[in-house]
């Protein structure tokens, strides 16, 4: 695995202390968003607590700054707004965050089941996020949670059905 790229911003210390300027603090919250996304992204993560203090995404170590736990949910219920995010816990500490929306997820599986010719067809959800024939699609490692999040979408617009057999799920495309 490569070495994470931070951003210029990471290394300014401004940058962990929410602006109290509204242009300058959207601005802050547009770059901590999208470094959320393409940190989790590189580490393969799908979840957050707000509490792991120690992670580098939260604490720069060589200028001594860290995320407050305050900031740290602003930008989560940020990422929420724009379909990036869900709280898995009624205290807001535990956190699902997808690297695309639901829906994206949702499009480019279905995509692909229709340019792979498998409609009508039933696949596991190991099959489609692990299997060998999804590994270049960007659907890949997606974590199997956040794929039957995004598979639900799918259910309600009536393109699959959901099926679940003994704890385990697949799914049916149409």
């Given at each position: 695995m490569t070495e994470f790229q931070w951003p210029w911003e990471y290394t300014f210390p401004p940058f962990f202390t929410?602006?109290?300027?509204?242009e300058t603090r959207q601005q802050q919250l547009k770059v901590w968003t999208?470094?959320?996304?393409k940190y989790l992204k590189h580490t393969n993560k799908f979840s957050l607590s707000i509490n792991e203090q120690s992670l580098p995404l939260f604490h720069n170590e060589s200028i001594q700054r860290r995320l407050s736990p305050e900031l740290i949910l602003v930008i989560l219920e940020q990422l929420q707004r724009s379909g990036h995010a869900t709280a898995l816990d009624k205290r807001r500490q535990e956190w699902q965050v997808y690297w695309y929306t639901l829906e994206a997820y949702g499009n480019m599986v279905y995509d692909w089941i229709q340019e792979t010719g498998q409609t009508n067809s039933i696949c596991t959800l190991y099959e489609i996020a692990s299997g060998e024939s999804t590994t270049q699609m960007?659907?890949?490692g997606v974590d199997e949670s956040v794929l039957l999040n995004a598979l639900r979408l799918l259910e309600e617009k009536g393109r699959c059905e959901l099926i679940e057999i003994d704890g385990s799920h697949g799914v049916k495309f149409f």
């Open positions: 929410l602006q109290p300027h509204e999208d470094l959320f996304l960007d659907f890949h």
